[in-house]
């Protein structure tokens, strides 16, 4: 997910990378930016109204008599439920955010090629002749890896895997490890050195 603080310091470039990216990748950009101002602007608010009330409960338990206390109290309700308004609206433009947020890929590199499609830098050996019609490894895979889920959550470009492709994968990254200690690499974390 794009970083905020990113996005409000510098909207122009991230707009430029994310239409590097092709399509309609920046499209929901003006909505992030809306709508981050917007909680940022009910933060203060928010945060002025619960001062307003920590300050009217001293009043309340430092009240002279009963009258005086019922009034702080009368005037307490006003601004509480001011509070409780500016809660919701705040809770609301946050899961909008996020939902704003959610679609928007990752920046490329600045070096990336432009578009959504990669570019061939180099093509070496010669394809081989198969006698048949490759296949793609989603095509391969069948239901077990699901692009469209990791791409809402993360961004384009990743997946999730899936039931028994789960375990190939563990398996693989165990092969790898064991054969990388057989061969004299060590697989532990290195030793930190504190600071006395």
Known sequence: ???LRLIREDPEGVRAALSRRG????????AVIELDRRRRELLPE????????????ERIRGAADDEQRR???ESMRAVSARA??????????QADLQRALA??????????????????????????VLGFAPRD????????????RAARL???????????LVMVELALVRWALGKLERNGRSTRCPKRSSIS
């Not at 399509?23 to 003006?30: E, I, P, T, V, Y």
């Open 46 to 57: 928010l945060e002025g109204l619960r001062a307003e009330q920590n300050a009217a409960n």
């Open 103 to 128: 679609p928007l890929p990752n920046l490329p590199d600045p070096t990336a090629a432009p578009g959504p499609e990669d570019e061939v830098v180099r093509v070496a050996g010669e394809v081989p």
């Open 84 to 93: 409780k308004a500016l809660e919701q609206q705040l809770a609301d433009v």
């Open 154 to 164: 993360s961004g384009s470009r990743f997946a999730y895997l899936k039931g028994a």
């Open 71 to 73: 009034r702080e109290i």
């Open 1 to 3: 997910m794009l970083d």
């Open 23 to 30: 399509g309609d990748a920046a499209s929901g950009l003006d």
């Open 137 to 148: 490894h989603l095509e391969l895979a069948g239901g077990l890896i699901d692009m469209d």
